[in-house]
């Protein structure tokens, strides 16, 4: 039997322990959060938006990998706020004038919008999974669509082999891979096959953008398996935020220096009058990244995601 001093000894104990998960808990929601102003549950997700003075964050279930989905602030629209987000348009230092975009992943709507902005001619479409997400970027996020920017409640993957379908296949200029849940990617969207439908709607001069986390090692398999099906890839590594943007151009788009990326920099900002820093963007340019020897490339009968996403990498 225990005795009382002991007893009061294993409290502390256990209480010393628990304090610094309970304090991680509770700063990680207070900081991210701010107050609750809509809860949704859908088919995919427990959807919370939050609102800290002007600013507006998506999040999907309370404890989560991906810690904020989309953000933005309703005082400046055009302030991107999230690394991930500036980062995504490396894709116009390969295709610099397209016509035809991609947009895999709705949430907040940011990234179609800004395109939208900065290219009024573009044609976009954006595929999102989950018919409760855009009534919830239109009324928070300030996300519309027009003739030129539609949104299709579909599976991304789906939506693509339909593409691949029409006796008239579209190519687009830029595909952007930004599908998450409240986890990571769903890994239909990570494997060989899903990049071989893609690279069959990707124009040859055109240019994949897909956004990864580089902390662990599912990154690995993620550059291996872009390498296998384009033959060639790019990275831009987050300095503020463990995102990745992996750029793979298509057979007539070139792969880029980090001198060539500040020169084209240079010449987008002179047209476009970028409201985001994109020289500092174009420096985070890795022109030849290499994965691990170890890892294998994903397939549809063989993505262990879960598990290489739980195993920190080395290195860069």
């Not at 256990?14 to 609750?36: E, H, K, N, W």
Request: with cysteine.
């Amino acid at each position: 039997m225990k005795t009382k001093k002991q007893q009061l000894f294993l409290t502390f104990i256990l209480f010393a322990v628990a304090l610094p998960v309970m304090l991680s808990i509770s700063y990680g929601s207070s900081r991210v959060t701010g107050r609750l102003i809509h809860q949704k549950d859908s088919l995919y997700h427990r959807i919370f938006v939050h609102q800290r003075g002007s600013v507006v964050t998506l999040r999907f279930n309370q404890m989560t990998a991906v810690e904020k989905q989309s953000e933005v602030d309703l005082s400046d629209m055009h302030h991107l706020m999230l690394e991930y987000s500036r980062m995504v348009f490396c894709g116009l230092l390969y295709q610099p004038e397209p016509q035809r975009a991609l947009v895999v992943g709705l949430g907040g709507g940011v990234i179609p919008r800004e395109m939208r902005y900065y290219f009024p001619e573009l044609e976009i479409d954006v595929v999102e999974i989950d018919g409760a997400i855009l009534p919830i970027a239109k009324e928070y996020f300030g996300f519309r669509e027009d003739e030129k920017l539609k949104v299709h409640i579909e599976d991304g993957r789906m939506f693509i082999k339909k593409q691949l379908q029409r006796e008239a296949v579209p190519k687009y200029d830029i595909i952007v891979l930004d599908a998450f849940n409240s986890e990571y990617i769903p890994f239909h969207l990570m494997t060989k096959e899903f990049l071989e439908q893609v690279k069959g709607v990707l124009a040859d001069d055109g240019v994949v953008a897909a956004n990864v986390f580089y902390s662990n090692r599912l990154y690995d398999a993620e550059l291996k398996t872009f390498l296998h099906t384009f033959g060639r890839c790019q990275a831009f590594y987050g300095k503020r935020s463990a995102n990745a943007i992996l750029a793979a151009p298509g057979p007539d788009c070139p792969t880029l220096s980090v001198k060539e990326a500040v020169v084209r920099v240079k010449e987008l900002h002179q047209k476009h009058r970028f409201t985001f820093d994109m020289l500092t963007v174009a420096r985070q340019l890795s022109p030849a990244p290499r994965p691990d020897r170890r890892a294998d490339v994903l397939t549809d009968d063989r993505a262990p995601v879960n598990w290489l996403r739980k195993q920190e990498r080395r290195s860069r």
